[in-house]
Structures are given as structure tokens and as C-alpha cells.
């Protein structure tokens, strides 16, 4: 049996954001780079009705004067069975947002998900639905 090989579009290494600086939520963002945050807070998690904004998954957003998007983002564990579902979804949304020209998604998984990442807003939607925060 072949040994899983790593992707090639996620980023392994350890060199992330501090944890202290997440949840990124676009606070104090505008112009184009506010309607890319408002795209993504339209998605929810394929799981829960739970925006991934909300649920800490976005980890920055950064638009040039070109139009070109960069989104870092993770995922709650490196299995997720929804990733590539989730991360088209997250692609075209923002492709979409006016105003923008390209975009590249980059998956992290440093720092790694945590619970503490979830938002206040998040936090209520996750006990709304029946989990235990």
C-alpha cells in the first residue's frame, strides 16, 4: 500500500499566524476587501449552519490594488471529508465579489483549529443548533 502523499496546495509548515490574532473577521476592512468578508460570511460550515467566518476557518484576507484576493484559511481537522466541497465554494464566492480579478486560496494548518477560534457570534449559532460550547 502507497504511503498518502502530502497536497501539493496546503501549507504544512509551522511558520502560521499567531493564535493570539485569530479569529480573523474583517473587522475594520472596506471597499473590496470587505465585500470578500461579506461573501465569506455567507458560507456556512457544510456541517452546521455556522458561517466559517464564525467558526474561525478564515485566517486572513488580503486584496491588491489589482484585484487579486488571498485568502488563508484551515479546516477543523485534516480529514474533512467536505474540503474540496468547501474550498470551491469558498473560491468561486469569491471570485464573484466585485471588484475581484483573481484569487488564491491557501489551506494552513498552522496554528491548528481550536474551539477558541469560534467567534461569539459563532459560539451562539454552535448552541443554537444543539452543540455544547
Known amino acids: 500500500m502507497d504511503e498518502p502523499s502530502a497536497c501539493a496546495y496546503t501549507d504544512y509548515s509551522k511558520a502560521g499566524k499567531d493564535p493570539e490574532d485569530l479569529p480573523a473577521t474583517g473587522e475594520g476592512s472596506s471597499g473590496v476587501e470587505r465585500r470578500v468578508w461579506d461573501a465569506l460570511y455567507d458560507i456556512d460550515d457544510p456541517e452546521m449552519p455556522v458561517s466559517i467566518v464564525n467558526l474561525g476557518l478564515i485566517y486572513g484576507v488580503e486584496v491588491d490594488r489589482e484585484g487579486h484576493a488571498d485568502v488563508e484559511m484551515t479546516l477543523t481537522y485534516t480529514g474533512c471529508p467536505a474540503r ?32 477558541e477560534m469560534v467567534t461569539e457570534q459563532g459560539k451562539d449559532d454552535l448552541r443554537e443548533f444543539g452543540l455544547s460550547v
Open 84 to 115: 474540496k466541497m468547501l474550498t470551491e465554494e469558498i473560491e468561486q464566492a469569491v471570485a464573484d465579489t466585485e471588484g475581484v480579478e483573481s484569487v488564491d486560496l491557501r489551506l494552513v494548518w498552522s496554528p491548528e483549529w481550536s474551539i
